[in-house]
């Protein structure tokens, strides 16, 4: 069964309470919580004041993406404000093995993410550690962008090297996913879901999450 994680940098901030409750009630998975430093990616989104005023109110595990430079410098202080998935770009990160331990160390889940110009193969010496692969199928930075069509090769020889190697981690897909395209990015080997604008730019964001769970 695979996981739908609505991306709360699409939501109404104004009132951030009552999306989070939507979640809650909703059939979505995760949280998935996007933070960007403005360096990495030319955005900038929220931080720590927001993530705490989220994690009182989720029910539901926190899988926060970080869009940061030297993300490692963060861990800790990620991990104090209730991730459950701490993922880190491979662009972002020089010593990204020791970064993973450490995040694993403290009882997180590790994941990994990368940009839309970066083949997979770079993970091959990773992927026996991390619990989730991040493809972005968007240049990282905003929502509501447009699906990138070739991350489906993408997920496919990834989820060729997961079978061959017998892994276990997931493979999320990020950016652009839609009620039309969401099928096929399953049928290509992913398992997670995010959704920010289809979601929340829907007249009825439950019921889109729903849509979203169905196979
Ligand atoms: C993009 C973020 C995504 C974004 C997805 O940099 O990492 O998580 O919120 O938004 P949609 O689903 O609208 O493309
Ligand atoms: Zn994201």
Redesign the pocket.
Known sequence: MHLVAP????ADFSRLEKDILMVNRSSADWF?L?V?DGVF?P?ISFGFPVIKAIQKLAQKPLDI?L?IVRPDRYIEEFHRHGAHILTLHYEAETHLHRSVQKIKSLGMKAGV?LNPHNPVTLLFDILHEVDLV?L??????????K?IPHTLQKIRQLHEFKQKHGLQFHIEV?????TANFKGILAAGADVL????????SENPEQTIRQLKEI
């Open positions: 991306s709360i940098l699409s998935h996007d960007m990616v955005n993406h869009m993410a991040c972005m199928s968007v240049n990282p930075g905003f929502g509501g962008q699906f990020d950016g652009g996913v839609d995010v959704a920010g604008n289809t979601v929340f730019v």
